[in-house]
């Protein structure tokens, strides 16, 4: 059985600063290593269940804040800072299920810490079929694709109510209480771990069940913008479409084909202000 984790960083039991998550920054080491203890509590909560094969996409920031050797159960490690399906990379139909750890809300979310969708410099919010969508909203477009559920995420409990919207009956490890965008209650971390670990078996031991990716076709992506610059941008791809002096969509059949013109808008954007 193939598990297939796509790991943030700002969800992590404890983190509520930039310097805590960027690397070069002073706490950043110690998070790290509490990351990799969250992912590993997933990874051995799964193997419980019977699951055999794990890969690990590192989709933090720059895409290389893990140590390799310090994955459990003989993961495989992708990473690296450009992946043409970026968060998603490496996910195909070979996979039995998805999970989501130490993700975190949306920009357009009240509350979340450290909340942002993708780059927080050019979107203000994001939504799928009219429904306001973070990271996990917009990436389960390659789970319905790929027809591989996403049972499984780890982060604050709004990271876990925006990730429901898109998949129904997913497990959750609420493993800290946003107080504000810059501040939260979090458990132990091994309490968190304990958790995760816990969530993690019961999603694979409830996979026969577990429902895909609740997204209606055709569907549209629509973003808002922070600037006009990044709209106007975003515009020249192919598949974009101005709705407003702010605003864009993508809409197609093919939710695979949206969330990679999606991660051009990105990937574009990103390029304006390096």
């Known amino acids: 059985m193939k598990i297939y984790i796509s790991s943030d960083m700002e969800g992590t039991a404890g983190v509520v600063d930039w310097d805590q998550c960027v690397a070069g920054g002073a706490q950043y080491p110690y998070y790290t290593e509490l990351l990799t203890g969250e992912i590993n509590a997933a990874i051995e909560g799964a193997m419980q269940a019977g699951a055999t094969e794990f890969l690990v996409n590192d989709s933090h920031s720059k895409m290389a804040n893990l140590k390799p050797d310090a994955l459990a159960g003989r993961a495989g490690y992708l990473s690296g800072r450009y992946k043409p399906m970026y968060m998603m990379q490496g996910l195909d139909a070979s996979f039995d299920a998805i999970f989501l750890v130490s993700y975190h809300g949306s920009m357009g979310s009240k509350g979340s810490v450290l909340s942002h ?150 990937l574009l954007c990103r390029g304006l202000v390096e």
């Not at 799928?128 to 390659?142: C, D, F, M, Q, W």
Request: glycine residues 6%.
């Open 117 to 266: 969708t993708y780059f927080p410099l050019a979107f203000a919010e994001v939504t799928v079929n009219g429904v306001v969508a973070g990271e996990a909203g917009i990436n389960s477009l390659v789970s319905a694709a790929y027809q591989v559920p996403i049972v499984l995420v780890t982060g604050d409990a709004t990271t876990a109510e925006e990730t429901e919207r898109f998949c129904p009956g997913i497990k959750a490890a609420v493993v800290k209480r946003s107080i504000s965008r810059f501040s939260a209650e979090s458990l132990h971390p091994a309490e968190a771990r304990d958790l995760i670990r816990e969530q993690a078996r019961s999603a694979i031991e409830d996979l026969p069940t577990a429902r895909q990716t609740a997204i209606g076709l055709p569907v549209t992506l629509g973003i808002s913008f922070r600037s006009s610059d990044y709209c106007e941008l975003a515009c020249r791809i192919a598949g974009v479409e101005r709705t407003g002096d702010l605003s864009a969509s993508i809409t197609g059949d093919d939710p695979l084909r949206v969330y990679q013109t999606f991660i051009t808008v990105v």
